[in-house]
T-cell receptor, first 113, second 109 residues
Framework: DAEITQSPRHKITETGRQVTLACHQT?????MFWYRQDLGHGLRLIHY???????NKGEVSDGYSVSRSNTEDLPLTLESAASSQTSVYFC????????????FGPGTRLTVT | GEDVEQSLFLSVREGDSSVINCTYT??????LYWYKQEPGAGLQLLTY?????DMKQDQRLTVLLNKKDKHLSLRIADTQTGDSAIYFC?????????FGSGTRLQVQP
């Protein structure tokens, strides 16, 4: 069965370190998204991609970067982790076209100390 | 302010109906969605409604859309303890989905 996975599920890192969160989907979806979830804010869009080599900034992109070298993967990199980036991170994917369901991964809980 | 607004908490008794409300601001949204998040899990699509519809029913779920007031609601009939979760409404934003902050539904036995 097709799925979307994230790794690691939990990560503790120190301020200033570079961290990469992995997202892998086997739906063969063109669209992939990264969100962060914080209490009282719902999900906020960090970066998104509509296909290979395409990346776009979302609402809260500062301090984050993504790259899309193939259809299946959209890794999220925190260049220099900050305590404000402690959050739960969700990756999602969807097919092309408007109105199609976004499938979410199980999330990565990141703690920056 | 937020593009999509929801109340934060709703408590109901098992067997009662639950109504979760949402207001949005983007009148060009083509689709509006309800997602469910159970503890420790990602979001799962519950249902969606196309913007030219007023109502959609799917088993115990009824979605009502008032485009004039930009108001969306989700009614869960015969609410069960397994319905306890956080419910997010979302609209088709300019780039991707724009989510509300979520409504935590607590179902008391």
């Amino acid at each position: 069965d097709a799925e979307i996975t994230q790794s690691p599920r939990h990560k503790i890192t120190e301020t200033g370190r570079q961290v990469t969160l992995a997202c892998h989907q086997t739906w063969n979806h063109n669209n992939m998204f990264w969100y962060r979830q914080d209490l009282g804010h719902g999900l906020r869009l960090i970066h998104y991609s509509y296909g290979v080599q395409d990346t776009n900034k979302g609402e809260v992109s500062d301090g984050y970067s993504v790259s899309r070298s193939n259809t299946e993967d959209l890794p999220l990199t925190l260049e220099s982790a900050a305590s404000s980036q402690t959050s739960v991170y969700f990756c999602a994917s969807s097919g092309s076209g408007e109105g199609l369901e976004q499938y979410f991964g199980p999330g990565t809980r990141l703690t920056v100390t | 302010g937020e593009d999509v607004e929801q109340s934060l908490f709703l408590s109901v008794r098992e067997g009662d109906s639950s109504v979760i409300n949402c207001t949005y601001t983007d009148s060009s949204s083509t689709y509006l969605y309800w997602y469910k998040q159970e503890p420790g899990a990602g979001l799962q699509l519950l249902t969606y409604i196309f913007s030219n519809m007023d109502m959609k029913q799917d088993q115990r779920l009824t979605v009502l859309l008032n485009k004039k007031d930009k108001h969306l609601s989700l009614r869960i009939a015969d609410t069960q303890t397994g319905d306890s979760a956080i419910y997010f409404c979302a609209e088709t934003g300019r780039r991707a989905l724009t989510f509300g902050s979520g409504t935590r539904l607590q179902v008391q036995p």
